[in-house]
Every structure is written in C-alpha cells, then in structure tokens.
C-alpha cells in the first residue's frame, strides 16, 4: 500500500481515502493510490459500497499541473476514472474544499456525490488554458444540461455546494461538519434502498434536448465574444460540450481528449501554467521566512477620498474591514463617498450585490476630518496628489498620531519610498503600498519594501494583499518601482512612432491584436490627454492637444473624435497636430511593418524588465509578468513581457533592441543583464 493511501471498511463501507498535501493533486502518485484502494475494495466480497475522500484541506483540486509537459505516466486520469467507473460496488465521493478539474472528474466517476457545506467545486481548466480532459465536457452537461455547462466550464468558476446540489452536481449536502460518518450513513442508506447505479456517462436527459442544434452554440459565442477574444481553449470547450449533446459518450470523450491534447501542447497553455505558479510564487519572499509574524489588521484609515483613496477604500470594505476616510474638507470627503455609494449601487444594479450588503459596506466608513481619528487604526495608507512636498507633510503629520506598531504605508506611483519614511520617526514601519486603477478592480498589489521596512511590516503587506483579494509583487524603491516603470516605456515609443507618421489606429490596432483590451493611443484618450502630460514643460502632441481643450474621452476628443456612442474615428485635427510638432521637431517619417511596430512597443519593456531585475528591484523575472498581467491587464495566454521574451527567443530579442538601438537611438540600448543572458545562453 502506498503511503497516500488510508483504506478501512466500516460494516460493508470500503473507504478509500488519500492523503497528498498540499491540495491532492492528482499526480501519478495518487493515481496509483486510488487504483489501489479501488481494486481491494471491488474484490472484497464484504465490501458493497466504496466511498473516496482525501484527508487534508481539500478532495483533489485537480490534475498535478507540474507533470503536463513531462511524459505520461500510466495509470492516467482517465484510465484511473474508467477503473473507478467499472467498480462492481456502489460508489460515492467524499467531498470537501475545493474539488476541481480532474479532482471534480474523480467525483463524476462516482455513481454519488456527497459534500460538506463550504465545498466549492468547479472545472477551472480554463485558467490554464484547456479544457476538463478526464470527461467534463461530456459528463457536465449531462448533469446541468448544455447551457450550464457551457457558462460553468468556460467561466472556470468555483460552486458552491448548496448550488450544485440545487444544479444536481451533486446528491446530498452534509448537515453537520462529520464528512466520513455522513457519507458512510449515506453508503447505508443507498445499499439498503438498493438505490440505482446510474453512472453520470450513462445519463443523457439533459442532453437530449440539445441534441444536432447549433443556434445555442453560436448565440453563446456572439454573447461573450468580448470575453473569450484570444483565448483558444474557450473555443475547444464549446465544441467539447456540443460533442456531449451531439455524440454518444464514448466518441465524445475520444474527441474531447484530442481537443484537450492540442490545448496542453499549446504555446498559450504554457503560459497560463507559467502564470499560475508565478502567482503563487510573487507572494514569497525569500529572505522573510513564513513564520514572521504578521501585525493585526481590524481597521484601516486612508488619507485622501480621491479616485485612488476611495477605490482603495472599497477594498476594505469589501472585506468587512472598517475605513477611517479621511479628507481635508467636508464637500470633498461626501464626493469621495458618494463615488463610493455610486460604484456600489452599480453592483447591486446589475443584481451582484444586495442593498443590504451596499448599507453594511457604506457602514464601515467613518468619514473624518481630523488626523487624530487614525490615533487607533491598525494600517494607514495615504492616497494623495502625488509630490513629496505634500507626501512628507502627510506622513509627518501621520507619525504625529498613528499608535505604535501602525504600519504607515503610501500609495505612491513614482516618488523615493525612503525620502517619505524620512519624514517619520520611524522609518522602519514604513512601506508602499501600490494600488493600481481602478484600484478596487486592478488586482495588483505592489508592495514597496523601503531601505528600513521591518519584516514584519513587509510580511504584513504581503499577506494583506490577500485578505483583500490582490496578488502582490515585492518591490524595491525605484522610479516607477516595477509594473509603471516597464509600461511606461510603451507609452514613450508609442509617442516617438506616432511622431514618425504611423497611423495611431495602425498601432492601436497592433496592441489590440496581440491581445490587450486597448491599444495604447485610446488608452491615452481614456485615462485624459490633460493627465497624462502633467509633469512635462516640452510641447508636445498631447500639450498642444489639451492646449485645443482636447482632452480625450471625456471632452471634445483626443487623437480620436468619438460619437454619443462613444464608437472613435481618427480625428483630422490630431493628425495635423502631429505633423505640425513633427516639422517643429525635424522628425522624419519612417516605414514599419505591424511585425515591427509590435516590436519598437514591447521589446523595449522586456529590456527595461531586465533592468528592473538587474537592479533588484523585481526579485524573479516571473513578478514583473505577474506586474504586467494584474496592473496592466497583459493578456495572460502571452504569459506576460518576460515568459514572452523566452518564448521568443532572448536572442531574437536582443538582436532586435540592437537594430532599433541603431536606427533609433539609445532608448533601445540594450540592458547589460539581457546581454549576459544571451551570452550564457539563459533565459528569464
Ligand atoms: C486538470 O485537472 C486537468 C484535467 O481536467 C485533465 C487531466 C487529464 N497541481 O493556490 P495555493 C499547489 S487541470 C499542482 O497557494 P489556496 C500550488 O502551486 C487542474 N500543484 O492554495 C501551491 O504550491 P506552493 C485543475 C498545485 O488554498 C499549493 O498547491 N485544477 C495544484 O489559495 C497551494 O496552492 C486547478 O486548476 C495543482 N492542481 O488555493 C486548481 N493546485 O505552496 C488549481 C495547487 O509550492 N489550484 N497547487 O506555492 C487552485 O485553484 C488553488 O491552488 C486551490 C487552493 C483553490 C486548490
């Protein structure tokens, strides 16, 4: 017996239960163990029914994603699920935490499913890039019927146990907290019932009204269109679960394999595999081991009721955590909060929030004037415009109320960490915390680690990224620290191409393409052509733009002229702007390619990436992606700027920066570190 495996009989009730912290995934190890605990129970003349749970966190939370890419090893989920479904006994899973993807598909192969309350189980396979390839597609939709399994299996969300039971994923919930005794009750039960054994794979009901149609299928593709753009395995999912309405079991499942098999073999798979560990990884931080302590966290008060300091806000709220807001005048604290209110009320418009839910969260603002409210909160972040003068004036001010063991944290973008904290007297409860906006959407989390941040502190900002539902990225103090210093590289090159007479919608449409949401010149129009040039004196595009009251989207246009629909068209008198400072400028027009336009955008982020990593200001190349894909929405199927420059070739990457460096100066120079790297034949 191998050691995963725990097997017992209780009065006739095999139970075979695995044990593989942290989430049994189903590796080649606990294949064996469930194979092997399956084969003696189904021998066992004594045994009449056989019920698989997993000790630990969770039932399996799905395929062990390290071992795609490597070679098979037999038994297979699959063959392990066929083995299962060929158990002479009754069958039932045991289910709790988060039984997803092939943990999920494990359980379908049971002929009954029980689970404690607070399970939520889900085919996430999406996130990954594929699609559930141990029989999801075709068992799914014969439980829930085809349109529920086509929102569930491409939406990779996670269910909740009373809504699979309601959706019939699952038989029974548990009423109390025993899993084992419940489910051997339940074992009993069916045995003495002498209730059917109905596999899921033989059930077709719930398929059968969907059998040869297309419409539902189309009409699904066109509602999400925006959603699934660039994500390849959407499009393999849909065709799965038509499949499963359309083909007897055994054919779907063939083609559901081979649909599964070109997702894993993908580029873009690989991506999103890479993106899962990075996420994972941005929270360690090797020098602070995980037993460091963390500083209490029951209340927080931000300064400044802005865009950001409201935003920020919300998170907090959002996890039941009372906010100190606090603002220089009355008129603006009651516009930060009714910003609030509005967001909220969005929500409970569109049905994803209830009004009591919006009252309780409104609740836990305590709107204050006065610095001497945030005597008694555990963590200060301040939200304000963004020069030292008046960063240093707040954190003085700060240091003169905040208790002892108050972490004070700054929400700056660009400025010195350290030159802030010098403001205090004590440096050492200082760090950055760096929201990005919206900063109740965005899900980055830079935290800034200044020169004397304790590690507590640090730890604490970590940890608190998660308990408000951001990933973080550790960051050293540096202008633009890492996610705005490598994008705004994008921006200046966007300016210099515009300037060389590329059309703005050529490059709009390269950066769309590739797969972001915005190409950069609309994302320009969006955030405002007034904000964006605040700290330059030189005239340029955008001053003489803003000099025209063209601010961009919300007034009169920017490089785009848009309709009460907001639908743009190039407008003619941007484009005269442009030639007018390209005369002024003696810039002269240059020919490129899409290949190469998309080159002159993103290589140069992949060098600054270097430099950011050379600096130490990243600790792990796989950060900055993270940075890139939670502060910049970098589409994740390309894994993020650094995972891409390996997956074209650092020396594609280099050859090219040396190019541009010729023609177009040193803004393209090369990164030393990047050259080492190629030299040493290395990757990110
Ligand atoms: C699949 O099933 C394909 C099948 O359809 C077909 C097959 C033929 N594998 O997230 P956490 C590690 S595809 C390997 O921090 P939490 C994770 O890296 C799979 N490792 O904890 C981390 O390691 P470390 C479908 C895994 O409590 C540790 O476990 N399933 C796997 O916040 C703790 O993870 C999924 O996509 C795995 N499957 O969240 C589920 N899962 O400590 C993916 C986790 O070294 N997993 N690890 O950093 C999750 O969504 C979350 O991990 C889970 C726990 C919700 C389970």
């Given at each position: 017996m191998t050691n995963l495996l725990t097997y017992q009989v209780y009065e006739g009730v095999a139970v075979v239960s695995i044990d593989s912290p942290p989430v049994n995934a189903l590796g080649i190890d606990v294949r064996q163990s469930i194979v092997e605990g399956f084969e003696q129970a189904s021998t066992n003349a004594d045994v009449h029914a056989i019920i698989l749970a997993c000790s630990g966190r969770t039932f399996f939370a799905g395929a062990d994603i390290r071992e795609f890419g490597t070679p098979a090893k037999p038994p297979i989920l699959p063959e392990v699920i066929a083995l299962i479904e060929s158990s002479p006994k009754l069958t039932i899973a045991a289910l709790h935490g988060t039984p997803l993807g092939g943990g999920l598909e494990t359980a379908l192969a049971c002929h009954y499913r029980i689970a404690i309350a607070g399970t939520r189980m889900g085919l996430p396979e999406v996130k990954l890039g594929l699609l559930p390839g141990a029989g999801g597609t075709q068992k799914l939709p014969r439980l829930v019927g085809v349109p529920a399994a086509l929102e569930i299996i491409t939406s990779g969300r996670q269910i909740k146990a009373s809504e699979a039971l309601e959706l019939g994923i699952i038989d029974r919930v548990c009423a109390g907290d025993d899993l084992l005794a419940e489910a051997i009750n339940y074992a009993r039960e069916l045995v003495d019932q002498n209730a059917p054994r109905t596999l899921v794979l033989e059930r077709n009901e719930k398929t059968a009204e969907h059998q040869g149609q297309t419409e539902i299928y189309d009409t699904f593709r066109a509602k999400n269109a925006r959603r699934f753009r660039g994500f390849k395995s959407v499009e393999n999912i849909i065709k799965a679960v038509q499949l499963a309405a359309d083909l007897p079991y055994v054919q779907g499942l063939k083609r559901e394999r081979e649909l599964f098999t070109e997702l894993q073999q993908s580029r873009d798979s690989l991506a999103q595999r890479h993106v899962f560990f990075a996420e994972r990884e941005s929270s360690k931080v090797p020098d602070i081991p995980k037993t460091t302590p963390v500083r209490p966290l029951q209340t927080v008060g931000i300064i400044g009721a802005g865009t950001m300091g409201g935003g920020i806000a919300m998170n907090f709220l959002n996890a039941g955590i009372p906010v100190t807001l606090l603002e220089q005048k009355q008129e603006a604290l009651d516009q930060g909060i009714d910003v609030i209110r509005n967001n909220y009320q969005r929500s409970v418009k569109a049905g994803r929030m209830t009004k009591e839910v919006l009252e309780a969260r409104l609740g836990l603002i305590n709107p204050s004037l006065n610095y001497a409210d945030l005597s008694?909160?555990?963590?200060?972040?301040?939200?304000?415009?963004e020069t030292m003068e008046i960063k240093k004036a707040v954190f003085s001010s700060i240091d003169a109320v905040a208790k002892q063991g108050c972490i004070l944290a700054s929400n700056t973008s660009y400025l010195d960490l350290n030159e802030i904290a010098s403001a205090t007297s004590r440096p050492q409860d200082v760090i950055g915390l760096h929201f990005f906006s919206?900063?109740?959407?965005?899900?980055?989390?830079?935290?800034?680690?200044?020169?004397h941040s304790d590690s507590d502190v640090i730890n604490s900002g970590m940890r608190l990224a998660k308990t408000i539902g951001k990933t973080p990225v550790l960051s050293r103090v540096g202008w633009g620290f890492i996610a705005n210093r490598v994008m705004k590289v994008r921006s200046f090159q966007t300016d210099n191409l515009i300037l060389q007479g590329i059309n703005p919608e050529i490059i709009d449409k390269v950066i769309y393409d590739y797969g972001f949401a915005m190409g950069p010149v609309a994302m320009k129009d969006l955030v405002g052509l007034d904000v964006l040039g605040r700290e330059s004196k030189e005239r340029t595009v955008e001053s003489v733009l803003v000099e025209m009251e063209r601010l961009g989207q919300k007034k009169n246009g920017g490089y785009y002229d848009y309709d009460q629909?907001?639908?743009k068209t190039l407008s003619a008198i941007?484009?005269?702007v442009i030639r007018n400072i390209a005369q002024e400028k003696g810039i002269e027009p240059v020919a490129a390619d899409e290949e190469e336009i998309l080159a002159r955008l993103l290589y140069p982020i992949i060098n600054e990436g270097a430099k950011v990593l050379d600096e130490g200001i990243a600790l792990r190349s796989s950060d900055i992606d993270i940075a890139c894909i939670k502060g910049?929405?970098?589409?994740?199927?390309k894994g993020g700027p650094m995972f891409w420059a390996n997956s074209i070739g650092l020396k594609k990457v280099l050859e090219k920066l040396r190019e541009f460096e010729q023609r177009f100066g040193s803004a393209f120079t090369p990164s030393p570190y990047l050259v080492r790297l190629v030299k040493d034949g290395k990757e990110f």
């Open positions: 008694s909160v555990d963590l200060i972040i301040e939200a304000v415009f919206p900063a109740n959407v965005m899900n980055l989390l830079e935290v800034v680690r200044g020169e629909n907001r639908q941007a484009m005269e910049y929405n970098w589409p994740v199927y």
